[in-house]
């Protein structure tokens, strides 16, 4: 979902910032849509406990799509991050269908709460399974080929022996995954030969994250501290629990889909989980679960740009107050995404840390010996020529299409395709109102206009 703080740290200071201040419904139904099936796809075997050898994908859109855009969530994110979007894409653009792609890792978590009357009981009083790091050496070695292999999977599904075209996309983190695996060698084929173009929304290679300040950790010195600490037993990134909400590596991802839950089922009803928010996060006056979401998740209560909406803000008096839409993401877009459910869900719990050694290593797009030595396999960076669409919000100030510039400039890429909205923050394009929305009004085209 996000670059991370610093590129990982997506929510250093965020509790100053507050303290100052099933099925799905609606258009996708009432368009035809009530089958979005979360499609399990076996993978080779990674050492995990049982059921872990297996990716998913929420698909959305007709099966008889002749194109698939195969999405990749970023840090923290996962396939609920493009539920939304997805459908309105596929309402844009006759004859598409999109395949959101789940990491190795979702098979982790333990959703089966959110089936349950009472999901905050569950996770809050401690009644889930939640993992272990001491018991999970294997995720150690769940770095960035393990990912390409099991996307490879996905994609090579999607293109039913090449009947089909595929565009390979992704957001934030995700964009660079793409990016990746089109650069790979896959027993000397490259990667973007599988693909007939890329979509980088927000992320991407090449100092594509500069303009966020966030420094990309990938000299040799501190890629050995960062693999000697994985090695050491710190196989999951705990960067998350600096929120304030939970010591556990789930801890924050569990609150905000439970914040989204009740916002989803009851939006003006008095929030459930306030009374149980550390005092710091707890907001001063009584408030709705609507409300309770929107302190989570909007600008104006001082979150980062890396996950943050705009949304609107509080009722400016009442008993209870109520949230306000004002802004291009309604709360009840964020609540709808965020409510998941035990499939499909908006937020990763376990994420690698090798992962995040492997992207940063990533970023100068070069088949360096540093790559190589953590087995990158990125020998084919300047053959692409595939088109590129790319679209960059506030959030990095400009560097998400300069730095894709720089690629197209060092490939063979036909053309690319650049758009911005710095009305943006990093999360709005995937959540935002369809009518307010720069990223599928510009995306449609581009995907319309492929040969």
Known sequence: ???????????????????????????????????????????????????????????????????????????????????LLARDLVKAVPGVQVWAFDRREENLADRSGFTTADPAGYYLDGHYGSQDPATSAFAARWGLARTMEDLRTVVRAAARGGRRRVVLGGHSWGATTAMAYAAWDFDGRPGYRDINALVLVDGGVRGAFEGTGQLVHNSPEEVRERLAAIEGGAVFDMTLTGVGLGARAESTQIWYQLAGWYAHRDPDGRSVLQPRMPDALRPPYPVTNGGLLGTLVDAGFGWPNDISVHSGHLADSGDVRGWVDTGITPISRVATAYAGGPEAAVWEWYWPSRLSVDLDVVDPYADTDLARSLGLRLRHTGGLDVPLYVFETSYAKGTIVSSARQVVANSHIPYGRYEADDGMNHLDPLFAAARHNTLTHTLAPFLTGLR
């Open 1 to 83: 979902m996000t670059g991370g703080l610093p590129r990982r740290t997506v929510l250093g200071g965020l509790v100053g910032g507050l303290a100052l201040t099933s099925l799905p419904t609606g258009p996708a139904v009432a368009a035809g849509w009530d089958r979005e099936p979360y499609v399990p796809l076996a993978v080779a075997g990674g050492g995990g406990p049982a059921g872990s050898d297996r990716v998913h994908v929420l698909q959305v859109g007709p099966d008889t799509a002749h194109t698939v855009v195969v999405l990749v969530p970023g840090m923290f994110g996962a396939a609920g991050d493009f539920r």
